[in-house]
């Protein structure tokens, strides 16, 4: 209790609300720009809370994922573009409301349920938190390498259409990682005898590159095509939805919080697959199913709360295991490691005031959310017309001045480019990119843990098949990799016009 | 190019990465001291191998796949038209993104992001108006410089030859 009054006390001064209400204006705005997504927002968004205190810090970061995840809703319901992968089932019934002459109220439905489900993800993260690091703070370092395991080997297989792609970019980004000095006994690899190179490959610039700098590159080659500014735009507000209106689809709006905060627990998924499950599943049982497509408001009311309950879903393995399911879930783990918050079974015992601190902030957020998308629909919608290539440029030197600010060293601005390019080929010819930044955040405690882990048994390899625990995640691991092999072999014969279900 | 070219492609040079990265491992870092002691070498080891294998297999599906669309005749999955790498562009953000490097540290945050608004819109971005070119070099430069070293007291690049703000 006592940590909880003190963390009230922490987020509630003006400086970290502040805070968290900047990034969520920043987290709206690149969430409802189309190819900026609220992933890049986080990386450039970064190097900003180097310098201040925890809480407002992670709020900030925290506020720029929720604003994100819901400021992609403005564009898949105005235009008929998801300014997110998450969004993507929004613009199904969004759009049509709008030709309808419905905007208003789509924009503020979609609003009041991206709340409802963002706090109700909110509780449950709160309860399984707890419960799931009381479990885990018995793992040992030969569990924790098998967890681990499991979930990158989850992640590898369901960020793409193709898991053997998703592998091959998941031991890419293990390899990058490997680069520098061994964490054990501090011997260069793979450096060249650079100074550069021994302290490794720079997380938080390989994730300004690689999320960034591909956005430059397509904005940049085929700017004559996508031009929002020359679709009619309707005079647009945020009309609030009638309390009958939501009451008539509570039951709906909780069962997509579930769908959402449990899609989201799973790592490798995130809101596109959340949100496109909560549609199927509204449309399926919905009593004016033949509506859907048409500008059914259940359409919107459905992927809405599912995408904003992900955010709670995914901060569960990320606070209590130290697992991060996403790249924007990846960025927050390497601001809370900055200002020394390692998240894992042992987060509460050391950090208490912090973690309540994240939750009131969270809280907060929701309420700029509100607030924002209330009063500042007209902004985003003039956002909007801003020509996309002009934005690039402005992300460009936001890349820069992120990469420099992080060592004051323009070497990671050279391996920033280096690493953006690649990543555009990349994902050019559909290689997830996810699977590499989780890769090389997972990949320094898949070893350090796997070589403790000998250390502890002197050598002998049975201290990990004689853990049930253990044994138990290296089957789900080995399990996930067959079933998702077996179902690709099934879906080969079908059309494979699938949604990418990432946000990077 | 279809898809599966690209794919062939693109398994080729992993096999290259992956042999020469297996190498240099080897030839590079030292071994564990055995008896199960897991030394520097084997993660870095087992990563390369591990991407060895896996563009093996990339090679192997792209070359069955490229085979029954073949027999087919038909536009198959793998025969479906690769999407576009735009080189130039990658290539030339490529470049100036380094050249930013330079610029800022050799003459500070102000001039260098100054420079590349306008080598940017300019060539990449093919603008011909100079008031256009101007109003957004400036514009942008002023902002950043307003909002990152004087509100939120990030340090910007100094230059070693010349530095303004």
Redesign the interface.
Known sequence: MDSFLSALALAFTPYAIGAVGFGTLVGLIFGSIPGLTFTVALALAL??T??MEPVPAIGLLLGTYIGGMTGGSVSAILLGIPGTPSAAATVLDGHPMTKNGDASIALGTAVIVSVFGGVFSLVVMIVSVDLVSRIAIGFGPAEIFALVLFGFSTICGLCGPSL??G??SG??G??IM?IGL?A??G?P??TFGSINMLQGVNLLVAMIGLFA?PF???A????NDTSFGSKPMVNVRTELPSIRLLFKNLWLMIRCSVIGTGIGAIPGTGGAIASFLAYDHAKRFSKSSKTFGKGNIEGVIAPETANNAVTGGTLIPLLSLGIPGDPATAIVLAGLMIHGIVPGPALFMNHATEVYGMYVAVVIAYFWVLGLQLVGIRLFVHVLKVPR??LA??V??????GA??IR?S?FD??S???I??GA??LV????PITPIILGMVLGPT??NE??TA?ML?????NIFYTSPTAVVFFGLAALIIVLQGLSELKI?RKS?QEVQPTDA | MTTQRQNTIFGLILLIIACAWTWLVIDTIPPGFGDGDIGPRAFPLIFGVSLGVLSILLLVQAYLRGRTGAAGGQAGAGQEVASTIHWVAAGALLVEISLYGVLLEKCGFVIATLLIIVVVMRFNLNVRSIKKIALMSVGTTLICWAVFEKILGIYLANGTWINLG
């Open positions: 190097p900003i180097f310098s053997l792609k592998l091959i031991v890419l293990l390899m490997t061994d054990i006994e011997i690899r793979l700098v430059i590159i397509e940049f080659s085929q700017r290539e002009l440029v402005v460009l030197v936001l890349c820069a001045v420099y600010s004051n323009a601005i050279y920033m480019a280096v953006g390019v555009y080929i050019a010819i559909r290689v898949l070893e796997f070589r000998m048994s002197e050598g002998e390899w080969r494979r």
